[in-house]
């Protein structure tokens, strides 16, 4: 299939290899067809399979549905209702599948008639009776069932380990879950293992290993499951009435919920099939069992929602079974007024089934049981329950379980699950507070500090407006310069009141202000700013008079801060001067050291390695020691004693 599906020409490079004889070079060569081995072979392989049966939706629909529907990868298996029937879509098949360069192989049905038409090189060549196998998963032609065969489990002498476990329990497939009460055992004693903190390849403990040893010795009794591989056995246009129905059950070890097809014909009693099951082992956290119910019931809601999807059968009721009548009452009545836990899976399961499809079933009746608890391989083969529901699921809807009175307006209610209010009476008092919601000692950024203001002053003139005068989109430099501009403008009435005001009345400061030798003026924007000899200089009027701001305050720290980072870590001197070409800081000098002195990236930068402690002086450096304590001589030549 693979090698039928052609690469684009731009693709091809991504598919080279090396190859070489023993009497050539090295050869580089491309692959021009899809190749085995690379991940996205499979998905381009189908997805060209289905380009084409949508092509053939109009000449071929039935042909170009199944394709689209039931084929997986490159196994296809789907129903009809007579041989002839068959036999026609056999050929449309064909025809689809040839258009795509393939054919299709080992084609097998339970009725013999409709591969006629089918070359025998074509037909499945299985002498055993067992076409489809499906990781697991076989069936028997003759008789038209699905039926399961133990694997292959390796003999080891001593127990098992966490691992060997998991790898059994794995390695029976079963998608539609009908050995599912007998898997859920498995699944208890695999959570087991993790709360009692079980390696991998630690051996099982003693009650552990017992289970386990009884759960793997009665696999070899699954060939006794048979299950009829026909969902509906008669033809579909005898069924009268098709309903879908669901139980569910929880206990303290696992939850589930399993899923029943009836169809209603002109027999006394309905056709009832197992379609699928599904289980869950229970939290480790402990949970009430009202709570455990609950999800019980969601599982069972997105089952039968999922159920209905996938069936092409005209579904005309929908009924969820429960023994909980504290569930049911969480389910029939609003979701508001129950705690998160409860409020939002009760959520859900009113949104994909109906309150009013819910009805209560006694626990004696309720084949979910099995999936709560567990059952053996035996029991399960003979159980009749499981496979077909109870007796009066099959019998008319008045021999049903009656309906109790609705919970909505009274629902159980489990202790502390409502929503309860309090009520208390409050005095109001209104305090005056100094306390501004926005200040610049909140923020590290100063950027951001305008930013926000910018975009409130934004808001504050966007509501003065009306709506085609309106401004919106990202801040303009503008807005942030006046932002900046009220900033600055607040910090000078704050910090120079009284300075201000003298300049106002009389348009000069006191000679004993901290500010008098910078000649200070009110800009026409009422900033106040420093006056100087640089009137005559074509320097920007920020770097002729610039502002006048106070040392110790946050908003200066955040401006010295801002020219620190903006000269990437400078000295005080390079960050002084950048700073003075818009600000003129009382006592910069000593500010802009301080903010450079807290800065960590400085800090990391010119911080002094650490001083090694020193070792202990040797003794021939301490001790004093008197002339030819150690003499040496040297020689040369004989010496005659």
């Known amino acids: 299939m693979y090698l039928q599906v052609?690469?684009?020409?731009?693709?091809?490079?991504?598919?080279?290899?090396?190859?070489?004889?023993?009497?050539?070079?090295?050869?580089?060569?491309r692959l021009t067809?899809?190749?085995?081995?690379?991940?996205?072979?499979?998905?381009?392989?189908?997805?060209?399979v289905r380009v084409h049966a949508r092509r053939y939706q109009a000449t071929a629909p039935r042909a170009a549905s199944e394709v689209l529907c039931n084929m997986y990868v490159d196994d296809l298996a789907t129903s009809c209702e007579s041989p002839d029937e068959a036999r026609t879509l056999a050929t449309q098949l064909e025809e689809l599948m040839a258009s795509v360069g393939s054919h299709l192989h080992k084609r097998a049905s339970n009725e013999p008639a409709a591969l006629r038409a089918i070359p025998t090189e074509r037909r499945s060549t299985e002498t055993r009776g067992c076409l489809w196998k499906t990781l697991g998963i076989y069936w028997d032609r003759s008789r038209n069932h699905l039926f399961f065969i133990p694997p292959r489990t390796p003999s080891r002498d001593g127990r098992d380990f966490k691992r060997q476990m998991l790898s059994t329990a794995s390695s029976i497939f079963d998608p539609m879950g009908f050995l599912a009460p007998f898997m859920v055992r498995a699944k208890i004693l695999f959570q087991s293992l993790w709360q009692l903190g079980t390696f991998w390849d630690e051996p099982l403990p003693d009650d552990v290993d017992h289970l386990w040893v009884k759960w793997k010795q009665e696999l070899e009794k699954l060939p006794l499951i048979n299950v009829p591989r026909a969902l509906v056995p008669v033809a579909l246009v005898e069924a009268?009435?098709?309903?879908?129905?669901?139980?569910?059950?929880?206990?303290?070890?696992?939850?589930?919920?399993?899923?029943?097809?009836?169809?209603?014909?002109?027999?006394?009693?309905?056709?009832?099939?197992?379609?699928?099951?599904?289980?869950?082992?229970?939290?480790?956290?402990?949970?009430?069992?009202?709570?455990?119910?609950?999800?019980?019931?969601?599982?069972?809601?997105?089952?039968?929602?999922?159920?209905?999807?996938?069936?092409?059968?005209?579904?005309?009721?929908?009924?969820?079974?429960?023994?909980?009548?504290?569930?049911?009452?969480?389910?029939?009545?609003?979701?508001?007024?129950?705690?998160?836990?409860?409020?939002?899976?009760?959520?859900?399961?009113?949104?994909?089934?109906?309150?009013?499809?819910?009805?209560h079933c006694s626990g004696k009746d309720n084949p979910a049981d099995w999936l709560s608890r567990g059952v053996t391989v035996t029991k399960?083969?003979?159980?009749?329950?499981?496979?077909?529901?109870?007796?009066?699921?099959?019998?008319?809807?008045?021999?049903?379980?009656?309906?109790?009175?609705?919970?909505?307006?009274?629902?159980?209610?489990?202790?502390?699950?409502?929503?309860?209010?309090?009520?208390?009476?409050?005095?109001?008092?209104?305090?005056?507070?100094?306390?501004?919601?926005?200040?610049?000692?909140r923020y590290g950024n100063i950027e951001k500090l305008f930013r926000i203001s910018a975009y409130c002053?934004?808001?504050?003139?966007?509501?003065?407006?009306?709506?085609?005068?309106?401004?919106?989109?990202?801040?303009?430099?503008?807005?942030?310069?006046?932002?900046?501009?009220?900033?600055?403008?607040?910090?000078?009435?704050?910090?120079?009141?009284?300075?201000?005001?003298?300049?106002?009345?009389?348009?000069?400061?006191?000679?004993?202000?901290?500010?008098?030798?910078?000649?200070?003026?009110?800009?026409?924007?009422?900033?106040?700013?420093?006056?100087?000899?640089?009137?005559?200089?074509?320097?920007?009027?920020?770097?002729?008079?610039?502002?006048?701001?106070?040392?110790?305050?946050?908003?200066?720290?955040?401006?010295?801060?801002?020219?620190?980072?903006?000269?990437?870590?400078?000295?005080?001197?390079?960050?002084?001067?950048?700073?003075?070409?818009?600000?003129?800081?009382?006592?910069?000098?000593?500010?802009?050291?301080?903010?450079?002195?807290?800065?960590?990236?400085?800090?990391?930068?010119?911080?002094?390695p650490t001083q090694p402690r020193m070792a202990t002086l040797p003794r021939d450096r301490v001790v004093e020691a008197p002339a030819f304590s150690q003499v040496g001589m040297d020689f040369a030549g004989p010496l005659y004693v």
């Open 380 to 441: 399960l083969a003979e159980g009749n329950v499981w496979w077909h529901g109870l007796t009066w699921l099959a019998r008319p809807q008045q021999a049903w379980p009656r309906r109790k009175e609705n919970h909505e307006r009274n629902p159980l209610i489990p202790p502390g699950e409502e929503r309860t209010s309090k009520h208390a009476t409050c005095a109001l008092m209104t305090v005056q507070t100094t306390e501004e919601p926005l200040h610049p000692g």
């Open 6 to 29: 052609q690469n684009r020409e731009e693709d091809r490079d991504a598919c080279r290899f090396l190859w070489r004889d023993e009497t050539q070079e090295v050869c580089k060569y």
């Open 240 to 359: 009268k009435r098709v309903e879908l129905h669901a139980f569910c059950d929880a206990s303290e070890l696992a939850y589930g919920a399993v899923i029943y097809l009836r169809v209603e014909t002109s027999a006394p009693l309905a056709l009832v099939s197992l379609v699928t099951a599904k289980t869950r082992v229970a939290p480790i956290k402990r949970l009430s069992l009202p709570r455990l119910e609950l999800m019980g019931a969601l599982v069972a809601a997105r089952l039968v929602h999922y159920t209905q999807r996938a069936l092409s059968l005209p579904i005309h009721s929908i009924t969820c079974w429960c023994d909980s009548e504290v569930a049911l009452s969480w389910v029939r009545s609003a979701a508001s007024r129950w705690k998160p836990f409860v409020r939002n899976r009760v959520e859900e399961i009113q949104q994909l089934v109906e309150p009013a499809s819910w009805r």
């Open 33 to 48: 067809r899809v190749c085995f081995g690379l991940n996205c072979s499979p998905f381009l392989a189908v997805s060209t």
């Open 457 to 608: 002053r934004r808001f504050a003139k966007n509501c003065r407006s009306s709506v085609s005068e309106r401004h919106g989109g990202n801040l303009t430099t503008w807005e942030l310069h006046e932002a900046e501009e009220m900033w600055v403008r607040r910090t000078q009435e704050e910090e120079f009141q009284a300075e201000i005001q003298a300049l106002v009345r009389h348009g000069r400061v006191a000679e004993h202000s901290r500010i008098s030798q910078l000649d200070p003026y009110l800009y026409e924007r009422g900033v106040l700013r420093a006056g100087g000899r640089l009137v005559n200089s074509y320097l920007p009027a920020s770097m002729q008079h610039p502002a006048v701001l106070p040392g110790n305050h946050e908003l200066t720290r955040g401006l010295i801060r801002r020219c620190h980072q903006r000269q990437l870590h400078a000295g005080v001197e390079q960050t002084l001067a950048s700073l003075r070409q818009h600000y003129w800081v009382l006592k910069g000098r000593s500010q802009v050291k301080r903010v450079t002195r807290e800065c960590l990236v400085c800090r990391r930068a010119t911080a002094r």
